[in-house]
């Protein structure tokens, strides 16, 4: 990690920038599957799969008994901890539905608003060399809640044309039943234009590499929305002399490991905790098996230190990190300054780890600061709000003259007829 030893304008852009990537090309690459899963349906799918993931797959859906044995694949030790990381979420989501009273806006005007869950929602669940099965308890456990009607996903399939059984059993276990092994753009592209196998939805949620989010876009332009911009994971660190230098090492390296074009920020108080910090992610990354991946994503990051919490804290909000982890002796007092952060994590023994799989919170966050206008996944994400309103003869009658004056002046004649009917016929 570079070490910024003094904050100014002419470095702070830098230091809150994030990787660029050349999303022209990326767009270049992307729409084509785009279009041809688009037109051709389970044949694109068939090709892509092929020609990307070197498999030859004829039926690409997951039969329900093969998702039901995959529970038999698994250690009881796995499988109970999954089980303990669901119920976590289900009882924090829970608790994030609540009921709306009508309310008599003036006497006779009511008004109310109810949730109603998306109808037909995807969940792309990436897979590989770190099958993202707890993105399926994230992801489909508020969607159950919200009461989504049909719940599809796509994840990519493995050398030998099976999806990961972590995958599966967690599929089962949130109850959805529609799996199928496709991935990358063309599961994008299927969930969002449908296909003969895979159903259309109506909102595409989960995390990717560069050309999943890069599809999520497009089709974002075509009338399907998407859970939120994504990019690559994040985490930004503010500690003082009271962290653990090998914690924050940890915490560091967990998000580094996720990928090269990873970014982690590191901004103190302490010169010393910083050196401490150093040490630490040398040793630290010399036992990682992604150690590779990790040190590339550290060459993009760096270590701030700041003059003050004042100033540590307007970068930290300044950057709007995906994952905030507030290391110091006054964590509280700190945390109620956060204006802008996807999800916060305070004191010591609170690692960043504990919310990507089994604190309850949810780990789908906005990244490349898109935390100053976005909000982590919840339930409210799978729900649409539908107003409502009713008014009686005495309601339209005492709120008639405010609308007939309003939509004069905006020069909107029929919206004033449309009152104005009404009340001669009342009166």
Not at 85 to 99: K, L, M
Not at 159 to 165: H, Q, V
Not at 256 to 265: P, T
Request: proline share 4%; aromatic share 6%.
């Amino acid at each position: 990690m570079k070490v910024v030893n003094v904050l100014s304008e002419a470095n702070r852009q830098e230091i809150i920038q994030r990787p660029v990537i050349d999303t022209t090309q990326l767009y270049n690459l992307v729409q084509p599957v785009l279009n041809a899963v688009r037109q051709d349906g389970d044949a694109a799918i068939r090709k892509f799969t092929r020609e990307f993931d070197k498999v030859e797959l004829e039926d690409f859906r997951v039969p329900q008994d093969v998702i039901e044995a995959a529970a038999d694949e698994l250690s009881p030790e796995l499988k109970k901890a999954i089980g303990q990381a669901a119920a976590n979420i289900r009882s924090f989501h829970e608790q994030q539905v609540t009921r709306e009273e009508a309310i008599e806006t003036m006497p006779g005007v009511k008004c109310w608003r109810k949730s109603v869950g998306i109808e037909k929602v995807g969940l792309y669940i990436p897979g590989g060399s770190a099958p993202l099965f707890s993105t399926i308890l994230m992801l489909g456990i508020p969607a159950a809640i919200a009461g989504c009607k049909e719940v599809v996903l796509c994840s990519p399939p493995g050398k030998d044309g099976r999806l990961n059984p972590a995958i599966l059993y967690a599929a089962q276990l949130t109850g959805i039943t529609k799996v199928f092994a496709v991935g990358g753009v063309q599961a994008i592209a299927a969930m969002a234009f449908g296909t003969e196998t895979v159903p259309q939805v109506y909102k595409i949620f989960g995390p990717g590499n560069q050309y999943v989010t890069c599809a999520k876009q497009l089709v974002q332009q075509q009338g399907i929305a998407i859970d939120m911009p994504a990019g690559p994971s994040e985490v930004c660190i503010l500690a003082d002399d009271t962290a653990d230098a090998e914690f924050v090492a940890a915490d560091l390296l967990s998000q580094a490991e996720h990928g090269a074009d990873s970014q982690v920020l590191l901004v103190s108080v302490s010169k010393t905790l910083v050196e401490k910090v150093q040490q630490a992610l040398e040793e630290q990354l010399a036992d990682l098996p992604r150690k590779e991946i990790a040190a590339r994503a550290l060459e993009n990051s760096k270590a701030v230190i700041a003059t003050s919490y004042e100033e540590a804290m307007n970068l930290v909000n300044e950057y709007a990190a995906e994952h905030l982890i507030i290391s110091c002796k006054d964590d509280e007092a700190l945390a109620v300054q956060v204006i802008n952060a996807g999800s916060v994590f305070l004191g010591n023994y609170s690692p960043e780890s504990a919310g990507d799989y089994a604190s309850g919170t949810n780990h789908t966050l906005p990244t490349n600061g898109f935390a100053k206008a976005y909000s982590g996944v919840s339930v409210d994400a799978f729900v649409k709000k539908i107003t409502y309103q009713k008014l009686t003869r005495e309601g339209l009658r005492a709120i008639g003259n405010t609308v007939e004056q309003m939509a004069e002046a905006e020069g909107l004649q029929a919206h004033k007829k449309a009152v104005s009917i009404r009340l001669r016929k009342i009166n």
